[in-house]
């Protein structure tokens, strides 16, 4: 099967913008969808397809797509948005699997 | 509101069996598949697998097979997720979620709160 890879850990300053990445051949074939998990909470959906975000999520978060690599973005970070972010597709090899990425710590300064 | 509620922690001893639960309400059950995750501590998200309670279809992650079985009861809405013989290693959060997708996507919403399973000598 394939993977997806994360950078574990990114900081970033309270009200600037922030990217985090996601790398993986599953993403040339499927969009990524990013997850946002605070601590103690279940994970929440941030972004899904191309560019959606489900209903109550700030218009602050982006997804974007290029490649073999998916980005987040974060324009204007505030405190509440430290958290961990996973990325997830379905595995190009057998698209009945399903993969996260190992997972960033996003620490806003 | 759709809503997946999972049954509560659970202390168990290497060797024992264990069946933890996902309810579903505020949709038709069987029209979605059902994802189950698990979080070692301190750990990532890991895909364990899905099941689709319209016929039972099963899909397991590879590094999981034969260490796990789901099933379903659509007579009640209900995921489950079943060891015959856990070992110390299973100790996890394990996460139940609704998926949904597209020919090009695929998104896990809304997860169940977690059970927290602890596996002991």
């Known amino acids: 099967s394939s993977e997806l890879t994360q950078d574990p850990a990114v900081s970033v300053t309270l009200g600037q913008r922030v990217r985090i990445t996601c790398q993986g051949d599953?993403?040339?074939?499927?969009?990524a969808t990013w997850y946002q998990q605070k601590p103690g909470q279940a994970p929440v959906v941030v972004i899904y397809?191309?560019?959606n975000r489900p209903s109550g999520i700030p218009d602050r978060f982006s997804g974007s797509s290029s490649g073999n690599t998916a980005s987040l973005t974060i324009t204007g970070a505030q405190a509440e948005d430290e958290a961990d972010y996973y990325c997830?597709?379905?595995?190009?090899?057998?698209?009945?699997?399903?993969?996260f990425g190992g997972g960033t710590k996003l620490t806003v300064l | 509101e759709v809503q997946l509620v999972q049954s509560g922690a659970e202390v168990k001893k290497t060797g024992e069996s264990l069946k933890i639960s996902c309810k579903a309400s505020?949709?038709?059950?069987?029209?979605?598949?059902i994802a189950w995750v698990r979080q070692m501590p301190g750990k990532g998200l890991e895909w364990m697998g899905v099941?689709?309670?319209?016929?039972?279809?099963?899909r397991y992650s590879p590094s999981l097979q034969g260490q796990v079985t789901m099933s379903v009861d659509k007579s009640i809405s209900t995921a489950y997720l079943q060891w015959s013989s856990l070992k110390a290693s299973d100790t996890a959060m394990y996460y139940c979620?609704?998926?949904?997708?597209?020919?090009?996507?695929?998104?896990?919403?809304?997860w169940g709160q977690g059970t927290l399973v602890t596996v002991s000598s």
């Open positions: 979620a609704r998926q949904q997708g597209t020919m090009t996507t695929v998104w896990f919403d809304p």
């Open positions: 505020g949709y038709t059950f069987k029209n979605y598949w």
């Open positions: 099941i689709y309670p319209g016929d039972s279809d099963t």
């Open positions: 599953s993403l040339t074939n499927y969009y």
């Open positions: 397809g191309k560019n």
């Open positions: 997830n597709s379905r595995d190009s090899t057998d698209n009945h699997l399903k993969l």
